[in-house]
């Protein structure tokens, strides 16, 4: 069984504070050296930090339900979030991964429902800066004018998308990402807060994680959990904020097409878009944005904001330029470049990378676009783009198909020489 005890909020020597619990792991492995879960903010936030256990309920259940262990939590969590758990929650988990089962949880009680979501909290959301995250901050401060939808605050997490808890390097590309992001937070007149938790550390060492290395990362497949641990960041804050705008990465009809190919592997891609509605206790909606575009609307519809060629980021940035050639940077640039608008964004990209074989590239993405995985919908989304503007540059399909036949041939030759 998992044990989850011993809720405490304390001040920790670099002045910040947090929410701790100590976990018992019986029966099974210790997932982190006897180590609790702890979520940390700058002790200014120290007023939003929660006394509920919400936040140590999502990532434990995924834990639980990896090891068919039973979730004993000593302390009270959200009714509304306990029953969506056991009802829907850990169905929808059983359907993306068989690696998952069913189990049952323990709680002592409910936290107190009567207060309900209250006007005038704090409406959130990420501000990685990311396509994702500047259509969001577009759409719903900028653009909006209800002020019980409104944003007027930011967050970053370092809860898993810079990679391993353990990994040095991880910590690092966190706070640069914070240095870089943060000037967009003040140009909009919005705090920017920050929040830390070791919560990974837990989830990198669960067993089923062998199969990020079948994708050939370095760091944790976030996409496969990494959510759960945002949510579970947000919770530990519930006393401050209302509302939080989930950013979300797949459009409606990806999700519907490409889901089931992300299956045990992108949690995401598999059903973010009816799941993060369910993650909800009486103190916070979430409400996931940007399932109504796909990527390529999302960045027509910010291309011409002032933010974005400043600020957007990748987290592939040197010397506060896009790298201009990786997946992501290659993706936009085509269709900034489709646009006719890539030379508006020369001091944002490093557009004599992004021009360096992108020949080569556009045949990747052509080749892609043919072949059922699930990162083709992206692919597919791009090639259509391109045949529906005038300067179709993109590579017909015979030519991506020759190109990739020698690419890989080529590929294949060069390592069996090297045995
Ligand atoms: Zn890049």
């Known amino acids: 069984m998992i044990e989850i005890k011993n809720l405490r909020i304390e001040d920790?020597?670099?002045?910040?504070?947090?929410?701790?619990?100590?976990?018992?792991?019986?029966?099974?492995?210790?997932?982190?050296?006897?180590?609790?879960?702890?979520?940390?903010?700058?002790?200014?936030?120290?007023?939003?930090?929660?006394?509920?256990?919400?936040?140590?309920?999502?990532?434990?259940?995924?834990?639980?339900?990896?090891?068919?262990?039973?979730?004993?939590?000593?302390?009270?969590?959200?009714?509304?979030?306990?029953?969506?758990?056991?009802?829907?929650?850990?169905?929808?988990?059983?359907?993306?991964?068989?690696?998952?089962?069913?189990?049952?949880?323990?709680?002592?009680?409910?936290?107190?429902?009567?207060?309900?979501?209250?006007?005038?909290?704090?409406?959130?959301?990420?501000?990685?800066?990311?396509?994702?995250?500047?259509?969001?901050?577009?759409?719903?401060?900028?653009?909006?004018?209800?002020?019980?939808?409104?944003?007027?605050?930011?967050?970053?997490?370092?809860?898993?998308?810079?990679?391993?808890?353990?990994?040095?390097?991880?910590?690092?590309?966190?706070?640069?990402?914070?240095?870089?992001?943060?000037?967009a937070a003040d140009e909009l007149g919005l705090p920017a807060h920050q929040v830390k938790s070791n919560v990974h550390a837990f989830m990198g060492n669960i067993k089923d994680f062998q199969l990020d290395k079948l994708h050939g990362r370095n760091i944790f497949n976030s996409g496969s959990w990494g959510y759960l641990a945002t949510f579970s960041c947000v919770f530990a804050l519930q006393e401050g904020i209302n509302k939080y705008y989930y950013p979300n990465s797949y459009e409606y009809e990806e999700i519907k097409?490409?889901?089931?190919?992300?299956?045990?592997?992108?949690?995401?891609?598999?059903?973010?878009?009816?799941?993060?509605?369910?993650?909800?206790?009486?103190?916070?909606?979430?409400?996931?944005?940007?399932?109504?575009?796909?990527r390529t609307q999302k960045t027509e519809r910010i291309s011409d904001w002032h933010i974005m060629k400043k600020y957007l980021n990748f987290g592939c940035k040197k010397n506060g330029i896009l790298c201009g050639q990786c997946s992501k940077c290659t993706r936009v640039l085509c269709i900034l470049d489709v646009m006719g608008k890539i030379e508006e964004f020369s001091t944002t990209f490093d557009l004599k990378a992004y021009r360096k074989n992108l020949f080569i590239k556009k045949c990747h993405i052509r080749y892609n676009a043919m072949t059922l995985s699930p990162a083709t919908a992206g692919a597919r989304e791009i090639v259509e783009y391109y045949k529906a503007h005038k300067n179709n540059t993109m590579p017909s399909a015979l030519t991506a198909w020759i190109y990739m036949f020698f690419y890989r041939a080529r590929r294949k030759i060069a390592r069996m020489l090297k045995i």
């Open 12 to 183: 920790t020597s670099d002045g910040w504070s947090r929410v701790a619990v100590d976990v018992n792991f019986e029966g099974m492995d210790d997932l982190y050296n006897g180590e609790g879960i702890w979520f940390s903010t700058p002790s200014k936030n120290k007023h939003m930090l929660s006394e509920s256990y919400d936040a140590f309920l999502l990532v434990p259940l995924y834990i639980a339900m990896s090891y068919k262990q039973d979730l004993y939590i000593r302390g009270k969590v959200s009714k509304r979030l306990y029953k969506n758990i056991m009802t829907y929650v850990q169905t929808i988990l059983c359907e993306y991964s068989e690696r998952l089962s069913k189990v049952n949880i323990f709680v002592d009680g409910f936290s107190n429902t009567t207060n309900q979501i209250k006007n005038g909290g704090i409406i959130g959301t990420s501000f990685s800066c990311g396509i994702d995250s500047l259509t969001t901050i577009y759409d719903c401060y900028i653009n909006e004018q209800d002020e019980d939808y409104k944003l007027n605050a930011l967050f970053l997490c370092d809860c898993g998308a810079y990679g391993n808890y353990q990994d040095p390097k991880s910590h690092e590309a966190y706070n640069q990402e914070y240095i870089y992001n943060r000037p």
């Open 257 to 294: 097409e490409c889901g089931k190919y992300a299956r045990g592997y992108d949690l995401s891609k598999f059903c973010e878009s009816y799941l993060v509605p369910l993650l909800q206790t009486e103190n916070i909606e979430f409400i996931t944005h940007g399932c109504q575009y796909t």
